[in-house]
């Protein structure tokens, strides 16, 4: 079986990557810091979380986008949500659940189906 070739179009050079780690660590250890000296987010929120978070985000957005131009933010609220201790804290519910027939309506629009989060990779396993 032959190996399929590395997709350069998502790796990051060296130098973006040192410079991002450079700039934007430092930045996310104090809002970590900041954030856990509050007691108002989960003792076990780590600066390693935020990369994920963000990336997690970006994907709602490109997956509900579609579907409703504002659903995204109900999804992000919902995962930043579980990062905080005090129900008083929380957002959600700011934006309405979709009806049954949006998602539907937005899988069609979505130019790689429902499900699959669109995308390069999902264009590239059709």
Do not use: I, K
Not at 84 to 112: F, I, K, N
């Amino acid at each position: 079986m032959t190996a399929l070739p590395a997709r350069r179009c998502c790796r990051t050079p060296p130098a973006t990557a040192s410079l991002a780690e450079q700039t934007l660590r430092p930045v996310a250890q104090r809002l970590v810091q900041r954030a856990l000296e509050s007691g108002r987010v989960r003792p076990d929120v780590r600066e390693s979380d935020l990369p994920m978070l963000f990336l997690a985000a970006g994907a709602l957005a490109s997956a509900t986008v579609p579907v409703r131009e504002d659903l995204w933010q109900r999804y992000v609220d919902a995962l930043l949500d579980g990062l905080l201790l005090h129900d008083a804290d929380r957002r959600g519910g700011q934006v309405p659940a979709p009806s049954p027939v949006e998602p539907a309506r937005g899988a069609r629009r979505h130019p790689a189906g429902p499900l699959t989060g669109g995308g390069q990779a999902a264009r590239n396993r059709s």
